[in-house]
């Protein structure tokens, strides 16, 4: 079997790339490099049964004939982080919508199968933990930007199931809850490997808001067994599924817990969310998975805990720091 990965330079596509070759897939990536990495895919090169190319998902002709050459698509590629999307929602909304229709058209010929990884943002604002599939989604107002994101994957959804059950392609939604580790960036506002790098700095640990916010940490490499899995499972097939841990923890826990495993001094900071994002940012208190259907679809749940999360995000870190420094020497 051979999958196109869009986004597969990217931090969970390129782990996702390891985990189908260890398994004896074949692997094409599409990426565009704008936040994913040819660094990420460098240890693939020259590998048998791996190719890339680096090139947009927007790029109808490319993605056609990527797809053609594949059995289905991982589509990842997409505008991701916080950060981002707050600075540029022009971009986050056309290469959302734009790049899940280009691959969701390309693969209706062939009926090839696409599973379109989403976010659990999309469940938005609501305060009703866990979230379950079929909640009602509860998004914020058109006038802060941040839930053009949440919005532009709730339409990716809608698209993906209406190409299924209008034109006959076979579609998986995967909705992954707040994945981290090795090979995460902290630019686009991920917070773990943020305060990975200011622990490992001697800088403020930044705490937004009152850091009672709390979220579920999962591990890549238990996010990319989870896509596996449901990419080999038929009963998945139309079905949106969450994907995460549900193991919950407070961001001021998190500095702590990544301030002590680090060895490190910092001072932990707390940072009103106005000064960290824009006026009026909106953040959401909770964010906890519904595994039923994980668990009923693909047996699996997630099982790294949060210590070793946090000393591999912190390895990860100190790795690249001091690759920094001998190029900088
Ligand atoms: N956050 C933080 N400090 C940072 C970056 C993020 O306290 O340097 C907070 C952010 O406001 C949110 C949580 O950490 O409450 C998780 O943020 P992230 O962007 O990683 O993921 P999200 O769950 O918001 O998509």
């Known amino acids: ?75 990842l590629a997409a505008a991701v ?11 986050t909304i056309r290469t959302n919508l734009g790049a899940t229709e280009i691959v969701l058209e390309a693969s209706e010929k062939a009926r090839k199968l ?20 079929d909640d009602d989604l509860s998004l914020g107002p058109t006038s802060r930007s941040r839930w053009a994101y949440a919005c532009s994957k709730a339409l990716d959804e809608w698209l993906a199931l209406a190409y299924m059950h209008e034109r006959g392609v076979p579609v998986i939604i995967a909705r992954l809850f707040n994945t981290v580790g090795p090979r995460q960036v902290g630019q686009y506002g991920m917070v773990l490997p943020n305060f990975a790098r200011q622990a490992l700095c001697g800088e403020p640990i930044t705490v937004f808001g009152d850091g009672t916010q709390q979220r579920c940490f ?30 919950e923890v407070s961001m001021l826990e998190l500095a702590h817990l990544v301030r002590a495993r680090a060895g490190s001094e910092s001072e932990i900071r707390l940072v009103p969310y106005d000064q960290a994002y824009t006026k009026g940012f909106e953040d959401m208190p909770r964010r906890v998975p519904d595994i039923t259907k994980m668990r009923r679809l693909i047996d699996f749940e997630y099982g790294i805990s949060l210590e070793t999360i946090v000393d591999d995000v912190i390895e990860d870190r100190r790795g690249r720091l001091a690759q920094q420094e001998s190029s900088a020497a």
Do not use: W
């Open 218 to 247: 999962g591990h890549v490499d238990d996010s990319v067994e989870a896509l596996a899995r449901l990419l080999a499972t038929p009963g998945a097939i139309g079905e949106v599924c969450n994907l995460g841990a549900t193991h």
């Open 81 to 91: 982080g916080v950060r981002l999307i707050v600075e540029q929602p022009v971009h």
């Open 1 to 75: 079997m051979k999958v196109l990965i869009t986004g597969g330079a990217g931090f969970i596509g390129s782990h996702l790339a390891d985990r189908l070759l260890a398994g004896g897939a074949g692997v094409l990536v599409l990426d565009d490099l704008s936040t994913g990495r040819l660094s990420n895919i460098e240890h693939l090169i020259g590998r048998p049964r791996f190719e890339y190319r680096i090139g947009s998902a927007l790029d109808e002709k490319l993605v056609a004939e990527f797809v053609d050459r594949s059995d289905c698509t991982v589509h």
């Open 114 to 133: 696409v599973l379109v990884a989403s976010t659990s943002e999309v469940y938005g604002k609501s305060t009703r933990a866990p979230f379950s599939e």
